[in-house]
């Protein structure tokens, strides 16, 4: 894209709303904008990081056998009602009337929804174990919305639900969504803890929370050295093998298993002193056990190997997709900007044309723009060099590729690495074959 007609709206000043450092960079690097209390536009540079998040979620939920499918933002009150839980779930939702005065919400989770999907369409043992996701917008009326898109009343959430036949299937759907979502954590660029936690709203009695160190989480955690080091993507763990998997979640929970000053400080104790870390934590996911909370209540019955009917065993599973851009800010930033992992950066080069008009510059920038394409912003505007450094930094692309008159004249760049401000003088096709393998 070019920079001179991209809509990344970038401000110099700190915006006064913006309590903390992800929610200040997001407006400040013209990555949202707040339309409502609570509620965010995603401007084009900002959508290419949800979609980036998004990607990597979801080919990791696929990886994990899970199938995706959609299912809508507004949902019947009476499919609630069935659950028990129209009432119980208080102001935070978000009650819609139409205009034949039937009675919907804007969904807050999806329990109710796919358990109803499931009743109609499953009926045997055969069908099962399965494990369904979506990739779709909630509405929570928090009390208090706050750091932007972390505490938004409009966010954007991966869920899954998990239909097994009896206790021992469920668990291990558990652990496979558990080892899925440490491998996506990691190739996010960010190092998660899971946490046994509480079950909430949403109920069930086997829980943990996924917390990712930044030092500005709001949460104080302890957790085993370890966490720091392990390699979830590497295939040490098979996904899909049972043993596997049990191995990989006692590893998980006993002696790495972390715990926040909400709950019981014995695993200290279990921690040897010289591998314990505390910091600070953000929750960026949340799974749940919870059996035939919903499945009985509303019915959910398929017959069994013995030919007797029973209600499956549930799981859900959650991964705040929008937080997670405020979460990876809080993680990965300096005073000048965002620093994004390559993963996940909107562009993976900003190619910085410091004299446009010169034409030797314009035609080296032009000839390196049309090699990347849509991976790289062009910045082609006419705005002093200092302008252009510090919007690039702010930015927080991975490379920046930045064009001189000196430099051009020779026929070289200057390539940056955002994350140690590393600098080098290379030829133009060095820098191509260095950030695009060609
Ligand atoms: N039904 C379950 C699992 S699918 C569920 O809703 N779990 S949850 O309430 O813990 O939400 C899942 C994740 O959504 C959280 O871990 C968090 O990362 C994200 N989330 C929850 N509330 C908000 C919010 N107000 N703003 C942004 N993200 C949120």
């Known amino acids: 894209m070019r920079l001179s007609r991209s809509l990344i709206p970038t401000l110099k000043e700190t915006p006064a ?4 450092v992800s929610h200040r960079l997001m407006l400040r690097a013209g990555l949202v904008r707040q339309t409502a209390s609570g509620i965010y536009a995603w401007l084009p540079a900002g959508y290419r990081v949800l979609t980036n998040i998004a990607r990597i979620v979801r080919e990791e939920q696929d990886a994990a056998g899970a199938q995706e499918l959609l299912m809508p933002t507004i949902q019947s009150a009476d499919l609630w009602r069935e659950s028990g839980r129209y009432d119980g779930y208080g102001k935070e939702m978000l009650r819609i009337q139409d ?6 919400l804007y969904g807050p989770t999806n329990e109710e929804m796919i358990t109803d999907i499931f009743r109609q369409s499953v009926h045997s043992y055969r069908a099962l174990p399965q494990i369904v996701y979506h990739i779709q917008w909630k509405f929570r009326d928090e009390v208090r919305p706050r ?3 972390m505490r938004g009343r409009e966010f954007l959430m991966k869920d899954a639900y998990s239909f097994d036949l009896d206790h021992k299937g469920a668990v291990i759907s558990y652990r496979k969504m558990m080892l899925a979502y440490m491998r996506t954590f990691q190739r996010l660029g960010l190092r998660a803890i899971p946490m046994a936690a509480d079950t ?4 069930g009695d086997l829980s943990h929370e996924f917390i990712i160190l930044a030092a500005t989480g709001e949460s104080q955690v302890f957790y085993d050295a370890a966490f720091e080091s392990i390699d979830y993507t590497s295939r040490e763990f098979d996904i899909h093998a049972e043993a596997d998997l049990a191995r990989f979640y006692t590893m998980m929970t006993t002696p790495y298993a972390a715990t926040d000053e909400k709950h019981d400080p014995a695993l200290f104790e279990k921690l040897d002193p010289s591998r314990r870390r505390e910091g600070r934590g953000i929750e960026v996911g949340h799974i749940f056990y919870f059996g035939t909370k919903y499945s009985q209540p509303m019915n959910f019955t398929a017959t069994g190997p013995d030919g007797q009917p029973f209600h499956p065993e549930m799981g859900s599973y959650g991964i705040g997709v929008s937080r997670l851009v405020g979460a990876v800010i809080e993680a ?5 900007g965002i620093i994004w992992p390559e993963a996940i950066a909107p562009f993976r080069a900003a190619i910085l044309n410091l004299k446009p008009g010169d034409a030797a510059c314009d035609g080296l920038c032009e000839r390196v723009y049309a090699r990347f394409g849509a991976a790289a912003l062009y910045d082609d505007r006419e705005e002093r060099a200092g302008v252009k450094f510090a919007d690039a930094d702010l930015l927080g692309h991975p490379w920046q590729i930045i064009v001189g008159p000196r430099g051009a004249a020779a026929g070289k760049v200057e390539l940056k690495r955002r994350v140690d401000g590393a600098r080098e003088e290379v030829s133009p096709e060095a820098a191509l074959a260095k950030l695009l393998g060609v």
């Open 99 to 104: 205009r034949h005065e039937r009675e919907l």
């Open 200 to 203: 909430g709203p949403i109920g």
């Open 332 to 336: 990965s930033h300096d005073e000048a």
């Open 17 to 20: 709303e913006a309590q903390i």
């Open 147 to 149: 750091f932007g898109v």
